[in-house]
C-alpha cells in the first residue's frame, strides 16, 4: 500500500526513544516476512526475535507510521487500507 | 413571551457563526506558522540540509529518521526557480509548498527516467511567458505552476542503508536551487 514506510516510536514530545543511533526506525526494506509478506515487528527494550525495535524507557511511548508514496492519502484507492495491528506484550 | 425565544434562539445562532468563523481563520493568523519555521532558516535559494535525527534529542520538525532531507525557499519575483541535481537510484521525494504550508505539487523517484531531478516553479505570468517561448527551458523541466510568489521546496532521500545517510545528504547539498534568468 506504499512503496516504503517507516516505523517510529517516540515519547509524547515526538524524541525518537530508540536505544542506538544505528537503529533509530525500522522500514518496509529490511523485515523479515512470512511468506504471506506479513510481518511482525517488535518494539521494546526487551531482546526479542525477528524484527525489533530497540527502545529505551519506561512508561508510555507513540507508535509513528509513515507511509510514503502511497494512494491512500489521494483517495484513488481505499482498497488495502487494512492497518497493522497493536498488540501489547508482557514486560518481561 | 414568543418575541424572547426568538431573540434568544437568534442570539445563539448568531453566537454560533462566529464562534465557527474564528476558528476557521485561526490558523491563518498563527504567529509561528512552518513559513515562518522555514524563513527563520534559509534565504531564497539557499538549501539548507535538516540535521539528522538523533536518538534522545528533540524534533521539532518531526523528521523521519531514515531520510536525508532538504529544504530550499525560492521568491518566484526573481525569476522561476529551478532545482536540479543528480538523484540516486532509490526512493526520493520532492513537494513544493506554498505560504500556508499546502502541497501545490509533489512527485517521486517513480516519475523520473534518468534519475535527474529538473523542477522548474513558475508564477502564472512566468507560465504564459513560457508558453510563448520567451523563457528559455531545458528539454526535461519539469515545470510546475505556482499561483504565489513565495514556494519552498523539500525534497527526501531514503539510503537504501543507514550507514549512507551522510553519503545521501552530500547529494542534497550538490543540488542546485536557483532562479532561472528571464
Sequence with gaps: MATLWTLVATDADGRNIAVSDTLLALDSNHLSRAADGSAVISVGPALSAGDWLEIDGDGPFRLLLSLYDTPLTGGLDWSTSEMPTITRRSCS | ?182
Aim: aromatic fraction near 6%; proline fraction near 7%.
Design chain 2, 1 to 182: 413571551m414568543t418575541r424572547v425565544v426568538l431573540w434568544t434562539l437568534g442570539g445563539l445562532v448568531l453566537g454560533l457563526m462566529i464562534h465557527l468563523v474564528v476558528i476557521l481563520i485561526l490558523p491563518q493568523y498563527a504567529a509561528h506558522d512552518l513559513w515562518d519555521r522555514i524563513s527563520a532558516m534559509s534565504e531564497p535559494t539557499q538549501l539548507v540540509v535538516l540535521d539528522k535525527v538523533e536518538a534522545g534529542a528533540d524534533n521539532p520538525l518531526a523528521l523521519d529518521p531514515l531520510f536525508a532531507q532538504a529544504v530550499c525557499r525560492l521568491d518566484l519575483a526573481d525569476g522561476p526557480g529551478q532545482i536540479v541535481g543528480p538523484l540516486p537510484d532509490a526512493f526520493w521525494s520532492i513537494a513544493v509548498f506554498n505560504t500556508k504550508g499546502t502541497a501545490i505539487y509533489a512527485t517521486t523517484h517513480r516519475a523520473s527516467s534518468n534519475n535527474r531531478l529538473n523542477l522548474g516553479i513558475f508564477n502564472p505570468a512566468q507560465t504564459k511567458l513560457l508558453s510563448q517561448q520567451e523563457i528559455s527551458a531545458e528539454a526535461d523541466l519539469l515545470v510546475v505552476e505556482s499561483p504565489g510568489d513565495d514556494v519552498f521546496a523539500a525534497i527526501r532521500l531514503a539510503p537504501p542503508h543507514p550507514e549512507m545517510l551522510e553519503r545521501y545528504r552530500d547529494i542534497l547539498r550538490a543540488l542546485k536551487c536557483t532562479n532561472l534568468g528571464t
